[in-house]
């Protein structure tokens, strides 16, 4: 079976390599020119650090990340109102990791190139359209180089183009812009000594958009040197949370970036220091989408952000990425007819992401630290601990759920057969 995957982001790559090791045969179109080892970090939570290691990536994964072992969050003076422990330290067979999604990225694009062959991945088409019949689906790019139009022919064509996603505009053409809540995130790395104990990730403040969050992703050389650290700094422009938010991405200024870090005064990290180290700070919008309906029609189906862009409570819009890709190519592998293989993907994932995306609308995990800035201190009665255990249930990310159920790796005889 051939599949044609629009976007080689993290999503679209991890879905090549699930669906190669399901014995199809997909091809990745992106639009970018080149695919680099750019942007801050990201957190890969347990459950898809099982699908990757079960995609034979767990000791590339390991030689580029760091396991954080405990979340603190933390009032505005830096007094602890709530710690977890992660990954393996929770119980987990899996380690949680922290890593540079710049490394990551490049990480999945070897792996694809390696397994699939160098022109698995085709860089520099936009996508424009697609048309399908009952035998197969055909998408029509935008050769950025030539300026001429190409196609590739398929038998099933995935949308994970992100945000926005111009497959999902295309099944879609009446849903609109993104939306955001008022926050924007200033975001940057920067060398700094390790903080606490060198395996945390650490959340200070109270409501969005007025919270500071920095982890860890990478050891330092010496025990007492620096290694990179991430940091995410959320503020408001005073504009309403309905207001069109900026998507330029822009770059923050060292004025911009001295006077929003000012304020921060926290007993085990130099914000100040830490911001003015960075090489780079720029400025994203908070930004998701309604739930969809439905993400399979016919031959046509979405992953990732394309299907369920969230906003970044609990760190599981990329964790579920990984998950819908490994869901999908078993449906696929397991089904000999492509529209109902798509439409199981659909009805195994879908309920479950969509109730995520409301989740994190609703702060997800972070509503601990809401309350607890509202009670002025940590939350009585264990109240904390259910708000944690509530989460990681909707995200069928307990530690019983993660290390229990079946695996989504389909067995040799079925990846061997034709497809």
Known sequence: MRVTVVGGGIAGLTCALSLHAAGLRPRVCEAARSIEAVGVGINLLPHAVRELA?????????????????????????????????????????????????????????????????????????????????????????????????????DVLI????????????????????????????????????????RSIVVAGGTPGAKFVAYPIEDPA??????????????????????????????????EARAGAADWRLPWIDVPTLVEHSSAVFEYPMLDRDPLPRWSFGRVALLGDAAHP???????????????ARVLAW?????????????????????????????????????????????????????AEKIARRYRQLTQATVTQVNTHASWTVPHDRADAPH
């Open 54 to 154: 079960e995609l034979g990536l767990a000791d590339d994964l390991a030689a580029i990340a760091l396991p954080p072992q405990r979340l603190g969050y933390h009032d505005r003076a830096g007094r602890p109102v709530w710690e977890e422990p992660l990954g393996l330290a929770a119980g987990y067979h899996w380690p949680q990791f922290s890593v540079h999604r710049g490394r990551l990225h490049v990480l999945l694009l070897a792996a694809v190139r390696e397994r699939l062959g160098p022109d698995a991945v085709r860089t520099g088409l936009r996508f424009r359209r697609f048309e399908q019949t009952a035998h197969g689906v055909r998408a029509h790019f935008l050769d950025r180089s030539s300026g001429a139009p190409t196609a590739e022919d398929a």
């Open 159 to 198: 949308g994970s183009d992100g945000i926005d996603s111009a497959v999902r505009a295309q099944l879609y053409p009446n849903e609109g812009p993104s939306h955001g809540n008022g926050v924007h995130m200033w975001r940057g790395v920067a060398r700094y000594p390790h903080i606490l104990d060198g």
């Open 222 to 255: 010496t025990p007492d040197g620096k290694a990179l650290m991430n940091w995410v700094l959320e503020i408001r422009h005073g504009r309403s949370a309905g207001a069109t938010p900026d998507r330029s991405h822009r770059r923050i200024t060292p004025a």
């Open 310 to 324: 969230m906003f970044p409570m609990g760190m599981n819009g990329g964790s579920q990425s990984v998950v819908d």
């Open 331 to 383: 449906c696929l592998a397991g089904e000999p007819d492509p529209v109902a293989a798509l439409r199981r993907y659909d009805e195994t994932r879908r309920p479950t992401v969509n109730a995520i995306v409301m989740a994190n609308r609703d702060l997800g995990p972070e509503e601990i630290i809401a309350r607890a800035a509202e009670h002025g201190g940590p939350l009585p009665g264990g109240e």
